[in-house]
């Protein structure tokens, strides 16, 4: 195991790479899907089977984490891989989305956010330095910079504003990295990221890539994104802003996302992932097939015995019938959720495996088209 | 494989004894403990875990099936083993008890029970004739026979009432069933069981006991217990039961129980059980462990990093600490609800096992004295 952070392109494909990130708890391989792990589990699942699916590393949440069970706890117990079982890299992200999309009242000061808890209301304060103070107390490989992620749209002065403040942010978090580096709370192979900001402002994007590149950090997350401005502003606003980032840094797409979503951002140049919607969706009944999306919950699946998805590397997803997952969604149980979370989880590191595997092969171009006809179908009839 | 459905005692000690059911989808070990398959799965529990946790046989509920998704489509799709993904033997109970505890309106007359679904209102009607058809069209490898299942306390006069019409109901059960055999609805090695009803009056139970035994049943079901007459009542009358049935024939004590009702009943000579307490209790956070049972809701376990059961030979619960599964059961995440059910179901299928090679040994009472020192225990410091 490597006893530092490194970064390795291994292939390129027009700009889509494929590579390998190294940590001292193990390598990435890139480009890589990160499951959410938000308070300490991915959601109906047991850690084996994130591993088992082909995740290399997980993400976990600092706004969760921090008001349950909190970081001084989980660091007593030994560090959030201990607590929740997972031996492979985790990524926390700084908290500041979650700030901003779940607390109840919250208020932006230069110093940070202070803000009340959405489970009971308590009053809670996250700074750069704060954050930073968590994510190494919970023992994360890839620390995120602690930033303000607006919503979209938003006034061109409000995303100026919070640009701004994210890249004063991202110096102070930085210095508290180097701080706890030094007093020994967090290692030699553990690592920061910036996050570029600034909406879909171009010239923003870029001056905000710019500035964080001249930081050197070892990876850069394009932050604020998928918050509302579709697809295809998205899909131009990362093509305007990667190239502002240095190409031999891993680069980290947040919250993101439909299997089109990562197909178009990997073409683009992006190493790395996270998204709820594997585990989410699958609670919810919606499940991603190598034969286009499904909703379980629809009425022409009763009776329907084929399994889930016979293309699929995840067992369930060959052994159960769509009839049985249609049951058991309609029918509120654990095992639905269970199984479709699995299925999905896999299905979405097995995209990532195909990616890498086209990306080194040179033909993404050809495996795109050709996945995306396949995954990518128009609405079945309405849904009951 | 047996073709035909056998039991064999294998050993006594007491009144206690150890033995085997042959059918032809595989063996029981009795006493057994079949984990509640409600509506087609052991809730929260992967198939796999519930037969590697050492269960042989497991229970589904006619009234929830036939509700939904419906016995007619469960049989086009293969059968009920095929549908969830059990290959092992399955006993279904006869719908009569869910049929007063969980409809909304009901009508019990000679003929069967007229009700409402508790899901949608449909209305519906369970007869002998029909709960037989849809057992065999779930393909059941144990069918119950159709009985009228009372709360107690009740008047006498309506236990008796409700014990003679289950009487004429398990000559009409046991009329179906054979129709069923020879049509082929049926194969040689499926059984049906009799229940005895009566309440907690002895002669009732007694008279109740030896007209079902006169009509020669290959197994016999004590129903009506547990459902609020406590514990000690319910041993006593099982006591004065049990002699009245035959000791060649297995004995099912239905819907009990918790750790001592079991050792209890097994000491009077009891084959099989069936219970949701297992995972019911695991989902709202009780574990039931070889140091006794726990509520992981209190907050003394918030900072326990001790496994949540040493002793186990469930793996999660060697794995995992109290203060994880505290943290999980507190966020109401699914993986706390799925630890504590296969925890739970594992610890049941191991006291069986205990409760098999002591009979065998011959040492059933120092094994059962030994046991309830170690697992029952007085209640803990007040929970928060």
Redo the contacts between chains.
């Keep these: 195991m490597a006893e530092t952070f490194d970064f390795r392109v291994l292939a390129k494909d027009g700009k889509a790479r494929c590579g390998e990130i190294s940590t001292p708890r193990g390598v990435i391989r890139t480009p890589a899907f990160m499951p959410v792990g938000t ?3 991915v ?4 850690p084996e089977q994130v591993r088992d699916a082909g995740a290399d590393i997980i993400l976990g949440n600092t706004y969760h984490l921090m008001l ?2 909190g970081a001084e ?1 989980v660091a ?3 560090g959030l891989h201990k ?3 997972w031996n492979g890299p985790i990524l926390t992200d700084s908290g500041g989305f979650q700030v901003m999309s779940l607390a109840k009242i919250r208020k932006i000061t230069e110093e940070g956010a202070a803000f009340q808890s959405h489970l009971d209301g308590s009053r809670h304060m996250l700074s750069p330095e704060r954050s930073i103070e968590i994510q190494s107390l919970l023992g994360a490989d890839i620390q995120m910079q602690f930033d303000e992620c607006i919503e979209l749209p938003a006034a061109p002065s409000e995303v100026d504003r919070a640009m701004q403040l994210s890249l004063r942010w991202a110096e102070r978090s930085k210095r508290a990295f180097e701080v706890q580096r030094a007093s020994g709370g967090v290692g030699p192979g553990q690592a920061l990221f910036a996050i570029v900001q600034g909406g879909t402002d171009i010239a923003l994007r870029q001056r905000s890539a710019e500035a964080l590149v001249a930081m050197d950090f070892p990876g850069y997350a394009i932050g604020g994104l998928a918050v509302g401005e579709g697809h295809e502003a998205m899909i131009s606003t990362l093509a305007e802003t990667l190239p502002a980032l240095p190409a031999d840094k891993p680069r980290y797409l947040m919250g993101v996302g439909t299997p089109l979503d990562l197909i178009e951002s990997v073409r683009l140049g992006v190493d790395m992932f996270d998204c709820v919607m594997p585990t989410r969706n699958g609670r919810h009944g919606h499940a991603f097939t190598w034969d286009g999306e499904l909703n379980m919950r629809n009425a022409r699946f ?2 329907d ?1 084929s399994p889930l998805d016979a293309q699929s590397s995840c067992p ?1 997803a060959r ?3 769509r ?2 997952l ?3 969604i ?2 509120g ?3 639905g ?2 199984i479709l979370s699995w299925a999905n989880t896999v299905f979405y590191q097995d995209l990532m495996a195909a990616m890498r595997e086209a990306i080194s092969a040179g033909n993404f171009e050809e495996w795109a088209a050709a996945t995306k006809a396949r995954i990518i179908k128009p609405p079945a009839a309405p849904e009951r």
């Design positions: 308070v300490g589990t959601k109906a699942l047991y349950r069970p706890r007593k117990l030994g607590f929740m079982g009763a009776d015995a369930a052994q159960y019938s009839a049985y249609h049951h058991l309609k029918s149980e654990y095992l959720a269970m």
